[in-house]
């Protein structure tokens, strides 16, 4: 979809009262915060770390880490063999005092959605929106195992943000990383289930921030496809140029009817914050 198209779409749609964001962690990279790649990495770092740990382990989950699609076995065993230390890691590194919201997340916040939702363990979104609004509104945070809580607000109109994967702040223990994490969360939480297909079938979604082919959005996409069958309003990804072949675009369009807004892959948050803003501006 053109750039042009997009802005128009979306301004429509969000005029209208029907629009959502669904937030990645490149929204947090210029905060310190780590890509999936980049936690990985830091988890094997943590486990190389631990006194007597067995070395040929190490080297096996380094070698894991170098294949995206062994991402999701990775974090099972890293979370098995760091035990609490893994816990610690995520609540000390997610919510760190001296963390600020990026210029994305204002970006982001400053728009009307109707509410948020967010793969990240960060509550920046939520301190974002807290500093435009200097108390006047507040945004609650809500997790994936309170669905009806979601669906209250949901209905009610009332603003919120779903931590899609869990909430470091509120419990580290609880957030989903590992394969068995999600198999969990998508045949086991029947509430969660019923709240995404709400939420999907009735709201337009500007995906930002998120990799296509990080193995969290593949798990949520997979979901959406069996769920929906591609019968959802049209969704929007913000993704650099090039990182999808154009049969796999027209694959997307058709099995989850997301339209790809290709921005230059150099200098990509930039471009991201140029697209915000033009359609901050539009609405206006």
Excluded at 121 to 145: Q, V, W
Aim: glycine share 6%.
């Amino acid at each position: 979809m053109t750039r042009d198209q997009a802005l128009a779409d979306l301004s429509g749609i969000l005029q209208k009262n029907s629009g959502a964001a669904l937030v990645g962690a490149g929204a947090s990279l210029s905060a310190g915060l780590p890509t999936w790649s980049g936690l990985m990495a830091e988890l094997c770092q943590k486990l190389a770390d631990i006194p007597g740990i067995e070395p040929t382990l190490v080297e096996s989950c380094k070698r894991m880490q170098t294949d995206r699609s062994k991402w999701l076995v990775l974090a099972s065993v890293l979370r098995r063999h760091l035990g609490t230390a893994f816990e610690e890691y995520i609540e000390g590194r997610f919510c760190r005092p001296d963390l600020e919201p990026t210029e994305i997340h204002k970006a982001i916040v400053s728009l009307p959605f109707r509410f948020l939702t967010t793969l990240n363990y960060d509550d920046l979104l939520e301190s974002a929106f807290a500093e435009l609004h200097l108390g006047r509104k507040r945004i609650d945070p809500i997790t994936y195992d309170k669905p009806g809580d979601v669906a209250s607000y949901f209905f009610k109109g009332n603003p919120f943000v779903l931590y899609c994967h869990g909430r470091a702040r509120t419990d580290a223990r609880r957030v989903v990383i590992s394969d068995g994490d999600y198999r969990s969360l998508i045949q086991a939480q029947i509430g969660y289930q019923s709240i995404l297909q709400t939420l999907f079938t009735t709201t337009s979604f500007l995906f930002v921030g998120t990799s296509l082919n990080d193995p969290d959005m593949q798990l949520l996409l997979g979901f959406l496809h069996s769920a929906f069958h591609g019968k959802t309003p049209p969704h929007y990804a913000l993704v650099p140029e090039n990182e999808r072949e154009s049969a796999e675009i027209n694959q997307l369009y058709h099995d989850f009817k997301i339209n790809i807004i290709a921005l230059n892959s150099v200098d990509y948050g930039s471009h991201v914050l140029e697209f915000l803003a033009d359609l901050e501006a539009k609405i206006r």
